[in-house]
C-alpha cells in the first residue's frame, strides 16, 4: 500500500485541504483534511513519518514471530515436527499480537497529528477524477 499527500485546494481564509490517498490493489481510498496553510508541511512530514514508523513496527514484529517460531521448532532433539508446529503458532499469535498493536498505534498516533496540527477530518461532497 502507498500514501501520497496532495495540497488540492486553498481557501481564502488561509486554510488548506490536503487530500490523503492510499493506494491498496489499483482502489484508491482518500481522505480529506482541512488545516492552516502555515502547518501543511510539517502536518505531510508527521503523516509521512507515522507511515514509515508503522511500517517499520510490522516488519519487526514479523521478525520477532518468526524468531520465535524457529526457537521454539528447534529447542529440543526429540520430536522436532510437534515443537516445530508448535512454534509456528506462537510465532502466529506473536505476529498477530503486533498486527494488533501496530493498528491501535498507527490510530492514536493519527490522532495526535490531528490534534497537535488542529486539522480536521472533513468530506468533500464533488468527486475528483482519478
Do not use: C
Not at 500500500?1 to 486554510?15: A, H, Q, R, S, V
Not at 493506494?23 to 488545516?35: E, F, I, V
Not at 496540527?117 to 461532497?125: G, H, P, S, T
Amino acid at each position: 500500500m502507498t500514501t501520497g499527500y496532495n495540497i488540492i485546494k486553498k481557501l481564502p481564509d488561509n486554510k488548506i485541504i490536503i487530500e490523503e490517498t492510499k493506494k491498496n490493489n489499483s482502489k484508491t481510498h482518500p481522505k480529506y483534511y482541512l488545516l492552516n496553510e502555515e502547518h501543511a508541511d510539517l502536518f505531510i512530514k508527521n503523516k509521512k513519518n507515522s507511515d514509515l514508523l508503522t511500517k517499520t513496527q510490522s516488519v519487526l514484529s514479523m521478525v520477532v514471530a518468526l524468531s520465535i517460531a524457529l526457537y521454539v521448532g528447534m529447542r529440543t532433539k526429540t520430536d522436532k515436527i510437534k515443537n516445530t508446529l508448535f512454534g509456528i503458532g506462537a510465532g502466529a499469535i506473536t505476529f498477530a499480537g503486533g498486527e494488533i498493536f501496530d493498528r491501535w498505534f498507527k490510530k492514536n498516533t493519527d490522532k495526535r497529528i490531528l490534534k497537535l496540527f488542529n486539522a480536521k477530518e472533513i468530506q468533500l461532497d464533488d468527486k475528483r477524477p482519478e
